[in-house]
């Protein structure tokens, strides 16, 4: 599995969870990754993009001002900080890889298998 992720599980309203996704069998170095989170009966959407250069973009309005993401390089593993989370934040999160491999655009794209988060009180 070339993404696996770790944490998540429970939070009460106002608690902070952080998610893990590792790489496996490839390096994030020059990989963008995305945080994405998806309902049950909702589509996925996304949160965050992290560029090759560690610049972040928050896109989830909701979120901004309460996430950080970094990437560990030695670990090969990026992380998602949630702080002061709301029942709303409630998800199956996921992280995304993805590298543009030639002139064309086509690219390497990798999907973690995905974790719960619940924020209940």
């Known amino acids: 599995v070339p993404l696996v992720q770790s944490g998540g599980g429970s939070a009460q309203p106002g608690g902070s969870l952080r998610l893990s996704c590792a790489a496996s069998?490839?390096?994030?170095?020059?990989?963008?990754i995305g945080w994405w989170r998806q309902v049950p009966g909702q589509k996925r959407e996304g949160i965050s993009c992290?560029?090759?250069?560690?610049?972040?973009?928050v896109y989830l309005d909701s979120m901004k001002g309460r996430i950080t993401v970094s990437r560990d390089n030695a670990k090969n593993t990026v992380y998602l900080q949630m702080n002061s989370l709301k029942p709303e934040d409630t998800a199956v999160y996921y992280c995304n890889a993805k590298v543009v491999v030639n002139v064309e655009g086509a690219s390497l794209d990798y999907w973690g298998q995905g974790t719960q988060v619940t924020v209940s009180s």
């Open positions: 069998g490839f390096s994030l170095d020059n990989y963008v």
């Open positions: 992290l560029s090759n250069s560690d610049e972040l973009l």
